[in-house]
């Protein structure tokens, strides 16, 4: 006799067993056109803490006879937060300073003539712990939006890290994560 189905939460007279949870571990973060370089593997290695996308739809009003309805507007992607382990070698702060100068030559006072020329694309893997990718979330067009290389300490041996915020034009999700949207034409309408 078994006992693991009864763990689950039941639901229309039926129990299923629990489901593996992704755990929060399991991850790679890969950058793309960052830097001078295009695979950022070193970047990768040194990843600690990277969040989740975070959206949010402005809120608009529809004021009607005696009533008030709300339609969603335009979107807001909260910034890609990501902590770096500063190595020894120096390997990701030069990969980060390389951007930063990409964005804007610091010593020359200069800026790109076009936006995609400093651009720089991320995607986040979830992973199922073997060599299977779970889930694949696409940044696109990010840019660092600010840089914090930490401070010095005489009173811990914690790792040097770098913490940047990168500014990002579109967040999509590759493999079966968000559904395709449905095509709707003009007249149409969801059943």
Sequence with gaps: MTTLQNFAVPFDGQRGNIMMPKPKNRFRVRVFNFG????????????????????????HEVH??????????????SPLEI?????VTNAVGRLVYYQLQKQQNHIQQTTPLAGVNHMFDVKVDTLDGNDGVLETVHYEGCFIQSYNGGDWDYSTA?????????R????IAEGDLFPNAPVLTMGSTLN
């Design 36 to 59: 001078p370089i295009t695979g950022g593997l070193d970047f990768t290695q040194n990843v600690m803490t990277a969040n989740r996308p975070n959206v949010q739809h402005a809120e």
């Design 64 to 77: 009607s006879y005696n009533s008030t309805g709300y339609y969603p507007g335009k979107v807001t992607w």
């Design 83 to 87: 902590t770096l382990r500063d190595d």
């Design 158 to 166: 914690d790792p040097s890290t770098i913490q940047l915020s990168i």
């Design 168 to 171: 990002f034009q579109n967040c």
